[in-house]
């Protein structure tokens, strides 16, 4: 009996579809690894220009800025498995042409941005789809474990992915990487094709106003809260793979082993915190009270490292609380809001979470070439803090 509780943290996958989805997504999110490592490096040989490799950052996140809306009233609308059906093999289909132009000597760049783009486009669907579709795979009642649950997919891409990535590029070059992302699109299709319609729990439809827009009463207080928070800590404190790798190589002098080593140790402390989340009975808005408290305290506490060593001592102390914020952050917007706005509701999210990368980078990249990353990590801790006050400030009970 006393272990009744803490077996019901992994009790989702007792469901046979959400083991099936949260597969997908792992092979998914490892997949595009092998893409981003790719093209980073394309681009970088052919350019010899760290501003051309910034603009496949903004071919890939400006799509889902424009675009996020629209899909989550599309995700409200149509049954999310019918939109990743589609999307796994637009993706694959895309994916496939990016492997053409890596055959050629000297790949378009060009033609690269714009591949990555229509990419972008697909996943603005994807992405809100991904989220949306938990509610129906598990049910109102495992719903907040289940998307605590479903964040770690990304945290174990993130502990694998990047190793496995370079092997394949030195051994078998960026073309191989491209159809490898392809193939694991393909893998993501036949998970979807394997989850029943007749299985998924029916979420309510319910027709917007005239004009089409989102109800008023849709943006309650605890919403309003979230997606400020959701924003800020986005804009501020995530942007984690630029802060670390210039904290580490251009700070402590760290090689290609040492940054590899640094993320790998912030992959695996998210997935704690993922698990950590997954664990709690009820989760509110309220809750991202501890998570941004606890996120903002390991970033201060990298900030403060002295030496490598200790950075990468405290590397899954950071991850513990990445991972722990996102559990929470995603489960407390689905619950909070009904089954029938769960789509437009994630595609705030996703337009905090990714909408704000391209700003984020530049941001934080003037932080590190003014200051240095052991600053741009005490700013992103100190915006987190300020967040977990502004949650208590504003949902105080009374």
């Known amino acids: 009996m006393s272990r009744a509780p803490r077996l ?12 099936l989805y949260f597969s997908g997504q792992v092979i998914s999110n490892t997949g595009t690894w092998f893409q981003n490592l790719a093209l980073s490096l394309v681009v970088l040989e052919a350019t010899g220009s ?17 675009l996020s809306i629209p ?9 999310p498995r019918t939109i990743l059906l589609v999307t796994s093999l637009a993706s694959a289909l895309v994916v496939a042409g990016l492997a053409v132009v890596t055959l050629a000597p000297e790949p378009s760049v060009l033609a690269i941005y714009g591949l990555v783009a229509a990419l972008g486009t697909v996943h603005a669907f994807e992405r809100v789809a991904a989220q949306a579709i938990i509610f129906e795979i598990v049910g109102p009642e495992s719903l907040g474990r289940a998307v605590s649950l479903s964040t770690i997919a990304l945290a174990s891409a993130r502990s694998i992915g990047p190793g ?19 193939a694991s699109f ?33 943006f ?58 997954a664990g709690r009975d009820r989760v509110t808005v309220r809750s991202l009270i501890v998570a941004c408290g606890g996120l903002g305290a390991a970033l201060l ?55 704000m990368v391209p700003f984020g980078a530049l941001l934080m990249g003037w932080v590190i070439d003014a200051q240095g990353g052991k600053m741009a990590l005490g700013i992103g801790g100190l915006a987190a803090l300020a967040c977990a006050t502004f949650v208590a400030v504003r949902l105080r009970r009374r």
């Open 8 to 19: 019901r943290v992994f009790e989702p996958f007792g469901n046979g579809r959400f083991s």
């Open 50 to 66: 760290a501003q051309a490799l910034s603009g496949v950052t903004i071919a890939q996140f400006l799509p889902l800025l424009v």
């Open 71 to 79: 899909a989550g009233r599309l995700a409200d609308r149509v049954r």
């Open 164 to 182: 496995l990535a370079g092997i394949a590029f030195q051994a078998l070059g960026p073309t191989a990487c491209m159809l490898i992302n392809s």
């Open 186 to 218: 393909v893998l993501v299709f036949a998970s979807i094709v394997a989850i029943r319609p007749s299985r998924l729990f029916p979420r309510p439809r319910r027709a917007d106003r005239a004009g089409g827009g989102i109800r008023p009463s849709f």
């Open 220 to 277: 309650s207080r605890e919403l309003v809260t979230l997606l400020v928070v959701n924003a800020a800590v986005a804009l501020l404190a995530l942007n984690l793979m630029l802060v670390l790798t210039s904290t580490v190589t251009l700070t402590f002098a760290g090689d290609a082993t040492a940054v590899g080593a640094t993320h790998t140790l912030n992959a695996l402390g998210a997935i704690v915190g993922g698990v950590l989340a």
């Open 301 to 355: 506490l990298s900030a403060a490292a002295p030496t490598l060593a200790i950075l990468l001592a405290v590397g899954p102390l950071l991850g513990l609380g990445v991972g722990y914020y996102q559990g929470i952050l995603n489960a407390a917007a689905q619950v909070s809001v009904t089954p029938d706005q769960i789509g437009r509701t994630m595609s705030l999210v996703t337009l905090g979470n990714y909408g």
